[in-house]
Every structure is written in structure tokens, then in C-alpha cells.
């Protein structure tokens, strides 16, 4: 298992940006697939994006071209930089750690994008 630990929200106004970062306990190569999840007022929790141990990565369709993730093995972290944010960004943004025998979560980190 690997705890999970989040960081980077805030308040940020509509168009700007901010780098969210998530730190595990323990190595995550090759073992995990390393996600960010989000969950907006009166909604489901929704996968944002996601990158495989070999290095895929993908993002839900209403971040393209806006969000990227990385993921950094010898420093067991993994980043998700935002940029134009939109009021309906705004939710707790959850990192994620999947392998073969375990799911780990994050306690989340607020981002509020408002004027």
C-alpha cells in the first residue's frame, strides 16, 4: 500500500493556474497506474487523468490541452499542472494509486476557481 499525500490547491480566479502535487510513501514504479481524481459540488467523483507505469497517459475530455500530469519514479511523486481554469474545475482533487492488489487514496485538496 502507499499513503498518499496532496498538495498545491487554492483559490485561483478564472484563466489561471495551479500545479497540483502528490507524494506516496513508497515506491510507485513499476506497481502503480498514479490518477487524479476530482469531486465538484453535487457531483460524482470523476477521473481527471491518468499515467500508466510505461508512461501512457490520458485525460478526461474537458481538461485536454488544458491540464497535464507527469509522474516522477526516483522521487516517488506525480504532478498535475493546470492551467485556464474554469469556474467548474473548482471540487477536491484526489491522487490515486491502483496496482494488481490494492487501490490507495489521497485525503484530497480543494481548488477553487472563482472571481
Known amino acids: 500500500q502507499a499513503q498518499l499525500v496532496e498538495s498545491g490547491g487554492g483559490l485561483v480566479q478564472p484563466g489561471g493556474s495551479l500545479r497540483l502535487s502528490c507524494s506516496a510513501s513508497?515506491?510507485?514504479?513499476?506497481?502503480?497506474?498514479m490518477s487524479w481524481y476530482r469531486q465538484s459540488p453535487g457531483k460524482e467523483r470523476e477521473l481527471v487523468a491518468f499515467?500508466?507505469?510505461?508512461?501512457?497517459?490520458d485525460y478526461h475530455s474537458s481538461v485536454k490541452g488544458r491540464f497535464f500530469m507527469s509522474r516522477n519514479d526516483a522521487q516517488n511523486t506525480v504532478a498535475l499542472q493546470m492551467n485556464n481554469l474554469r469556474s467548474e474545475d473548482t471540487g477536491i482533487y484526489y491522487c490515486?494509486?491502483?496496482?494488481?492488489?490494492?487501490?490507495?487514496w489521497g485525503q484530497g485538496t480543494q481548488v477553487t476557481v472563482s472571481s
Open positions: 490515486n494509486a491502483k496496482s494488481a492488489s490494492s487501490t490507495d
Open positions: 513508497s515506491s510507485i514504479y513499476p506497481y502503480y497506474t
Open positions: 499515467v500508466t507505469a510505461g508512461g501512457t497517459i
